[in-house]
């Protein structure tokens, strides 16, 4: 099998950069198609998807990840469990199998299968090289190595079968957000796409806000009223009225904005259309709180700077991650450089 080129396979994904700034007709039509098989890929959300990964494969980025690359002169097949939580999420793990001249093993979700393929077919016509190089299974076998995204149980089962081979295995992670009662509108409405994007449905997606023992929540509710339109969605509002049902025959207490109801909750993870909410008394004593719980958090985002095990950014950043922002923070590159 031909050696991939790092600087060959860095070309192309700068032109796949260019591609998803003005993607040609066939793909435009499975972006707009998409919903068709998964309700929540709607034309909105895949948009933010590909600006997302555009943004991801920044040339000046590119050059930069790829400085620390070292490609196998004996590529192994790595197998990839897909997630399809959002749209083409699985991207970021393929291109770090290809970038180190492995060969991946692809197991597609089947909540997406499409666009994915799409994108790298694009990729191969830029780079034909590649086309040995990604395979698509409907089981894996005859693997040197794993990396499985899923769910909490999904990880049990990932565990019996891949336990024996090198692998990354993916649990359930939440993020959250750190508000301290001085930030401004704007930067409050920022925070609404960490909450909103995607419905919410990815890990990087903010399940939970720490605020001051005395927060007024109005300071948060005002400056998101511009996602209002979230709740016009019908799976969305499915779940918006399931948990506003419950939360009413239950007589719990809750705070409710017509799109997304508050409740106060020691928990991380809250049901879609719900954020959780839990009060500090000083940032010393959340950022001890928040340290205990990094291996159940994939970021934080906050206005203010602080001392945590897990990435910090900025409100509106989290669902627009650079190369080197590792899902579960463990470093995919350093792991499949170490099986050379």
Known sequence: MPIL????????????????????????????????????????????????LQQMLDPQDLELWFRDIVVSNTPKKIGLILAGNIPMVGFHDVISV?????????????????????????????????????????????????????????????????????????????????????????????????????????????SKIYIPEDYDIKHFFEPIESFQNIINHFKYNNNYDYNKSIYLVNLTHHYDNGFLLLKEDSSLSSPLAVLYYEKYSNL??????????????????????LKLKVPVLGFGQSQTPKLWDYADNVNTIEFLNSLN
Request: charged share 25%.
């Open 284 to 305: 010393a004593e959340l950022e001890a709180l928040l340290n205990g719980q990094a291996e159940n958090i994939q970021c934080v985002v906050s206005a203010t700077p």
């Open 98 to 206: 290809l970038a180190t001249g492995n060969i991946a093993l692809i197991k597609l979700s089947s909540a997406d299968d499409q666009l994915l393929p799409a994108l790298l077919k694009r990729l191969i016509a830029e780079e034909p090289l590649l086309e040995k190089h990604i395979i698509y299974v409907e089981r894996l076998s005859g693997f040197d190595a794993v990396i499985a995204t899923g769910s909490n149980n999904s990880s049990r089962y990932f565990d019996y079968y891949f336990g024996k081979v090198p692998h990354i295995i993916r649990k359930n992670r939440n993020s959250v957000a750190v508000i301290t009662g001085t930030e401004a509108p704007e930067k409050l409405a920022l925070l609404g796409h960490d909450i909103f994007d995607y419905f919410g449905l990815g890990c990087r997606n903010v």
């Open 5 to 52: 080129n790092s600087e060959k396979l860095i070309i192309a994904l700068k032109k796949l950069n260019e591609f998803l700034v003005n993607p040609d007709e066939d793909f435009k039509n499975l972006m707009y198609s998409a919903s068709n098989k998964n309700a929540w890929f709607n034309l909105e959300e895949v948009e933010k998807a590909v600006k997302a």
